[in-house]
């Protein structure tokens, strides 16, 4: 599960040095492409580990993958557990007009450091046509001509700051999860005596929960259950 998108590479050792170009602030031009980037030192003794994963599970946890439109598009999310750096699609709905602002999500830790970086942003609405959708690339707005423009790129601002915001909020408030099943997390495998974060990291956020005591049921198809006891699994239809 390494990352196939070099360009990500390039912008996180860019980050210290991106170079304000002809976008305003919170945005950066680099090499043509608009982004937005934060970084945050956290306070020790959070590990690196434990920062990651607990952003990693934050993030599976409240991505809309319901608002993506392939299967393909679903499946678009990178992990690379020993550099500890992960990249997905996001999508990401304005309360106000349902309008989507889609990009690539990116986060990666070192020592108790954290970058969250958004690249390759779009603007998406529908159309009274037959309901097309409309797509507008970050890289195409004229925010000095058009002040819809400059609307789309704060209303993506003010979503990408409270993304970061909810996402240091959950990753100061859990503890480390406690990992022991790495062979099978990194394969997408299931097995007893898994966790409900380790299930969550190896299978992804479920369709549906049921729950009856100290027993729950996730579905994920109509093909794939997995069943837990006191927060372990103990079985699993597939």
């Known amino acids: 599960m390494i990352f196939r998108h070099n360009i990500i590479y390039v912008l996180f050792f860019l980050c210290p040095l991106l170079v304000r170009a002809q976008v305003s602030s919170p945005y950066s031009e680099v090499k043509g492409n608009i982004v937005i980037s934060e970084f945050h030192t956290l306070d020790k003794p959070a590990s690196a580990e434990g920062i990651f994963l607990n952003a990693l599970l934050w993030m599976i946890e409240n991505r809309e993958v319901g608002n993506t439109e392939t299967e393909e598009d679903k499946g678009t999310f990178e992990i690379d557990y020993d550099k500890k750096q992960y990249l997905l699609e996001f999508v990401q709905t304005n309360s106000e007009d349902a309008s989507r602002y889609r990009c690539l999500f990116s986060v990666k830790v ?110 994920y198809d109509s093909y794939t259950y997995v069943f837990f006891e006191n927060e372990i699994v103990t079985s699993l239809i597939k």
């Not at 609307?151 to 993506?156: P, T, V």
């Open 110 to 219: 070192a020592d108790n450091i954290i970058t969250i970086l958004a690249s390759n942003i779009t603007y998406e609405a529908e159309t009274n046509v037959i309901k097309l959708v409309k797509r507008l690339a970050f890289e195409k707005l004229q925010p000095e001509k058009k002040p819809k423009h400059k609307e789309y790129l704060n209303n993506f601002a003010a979503l990408y700051k409270e993304t970061v915001k909810r996402m240091l909020e959950a990753i100061s408030a859990n503890s480390a999860p406690v990992i022991t099943h790495w062979a099978e997390i990194k394969n997408k495998e299931v097995v007893k005596g898994m966790s409900k974060q380790e299930c969550l990291l190896a299978f992804g956020k479920p369709a549906s929960v049921q729950k009856q005591g100290n027993k729950e049921e996730w579905m």
